[in-house]
């Protein structure tokens, strides 16, 4: 069954530093997410993604952050200088649409990449 | 913003019994998914509900969407060790495709 994929799986950094974050999302997939999890806490939504732009943005997802879709199978998370709040699981999710072209709304997610800035 | 809450936080419950988690949000959702999420992994989508008052069966679990569209419960009857983890409803508020609001999650544990 195809999955969404992310590297690295953990990832430690220092406060002030770039990271990027990487994930294929299902190969048929159109629209593709990121969402952070900080530890025993609820999920939350950064940003969508479709058609090459951002479709949709959370207010957690300032000018620190960026993504981008580098390539056909790539999709990536930038922090440009971490803080020690951004600590936490990044996940990202990806979602198809129907064979007529309706837009299907369930996601699935990738393993996360554990984020530690120190 | 949007804001969704779930309750109980936490349950334990004795393998083969009952287990029901409940799902509040501030604002009317155009659409309501659940999702699992076991300790350690990533989220997985269970179910989508659309219509009001909308019930789904998934073997020994029971969604509903309130007649309302504000507020959604999960009932696993008959619950097993495999059952084990942290359940997430997250809804679409009307005017976002995309931006899907998670509620706080109950985390059940299954006693052998």
């Known amino acids: 069954e195809p999955e969404v994929t992310q590297t690295p799986s953990h990832q430690v950094t220092q406060m002030g530093q770039e990271v990027i974050l990487r994930c294929v999302p299902i190969s048929n997939h159109l629209y593709f997410y990121w969402y952070r999890q900080i530890l025993g806490q609820k999920v939350e939504f950064l940003v969508s993604f479709y058609n090459n732009e951002i479709s949709e943005k959370s207010e957690i997802f300032d000018d620190q952050f960026s993504v981008e879709r580098p390539d056909g199978s790539n999709f990536t998370l930038k922090i440009r200088s971490t803080k020690l709040e951004d600590s936490a699981m990044y996940f990202c999710?990806?979602?198809?649409?129907?064979?007529?072209?309706?837009?299907?709304?369930?996601?699935?997610f990738g393993p996360g990449t554990r984020l530690t800035v120190t | 913003g949007q804001q969704v809450m779930q309750i109980p936080q936490y349950q334990h419950v004795q393998e083969g019994e009952d287990f029901t988690t409940y799902c509040n949000s501030s604002t009317t959702l155009s659409n309501i998914q659940w999702y699992k999420q076991r300790p350690g992994g990533h989220p997985v989508f269970l179910i989508q509900?659309?219509?009001?008052?909308e019930v789904k069966k998934q073997k020994r679990l029971t969604f509903q969407f309130g007649e309302a569209k504000k507020n959604s419960s999960l009932h696993i009857t008959a619950t097993q060790t495999t059952d084990v983890g942290t359940y997430f409803c997250?809804?679409?508020?009307?005017?976002?495709?995309?931006?899907?609001?998670f509620g706080s999650g109950t985390q059940l544990t299954v006693l052998p």
């Open positions: 997250a809804g679409f508020s009307w005017g976002s495709a995309r931006q899907l609001t």
């Open positions: 999710a990806s979602s198809g649409q129907s064979d007529s072209g309706r837009p299907l709304y369930e996601q699935y």
């Open positions: 509900l659309v219509k009001s008052g």
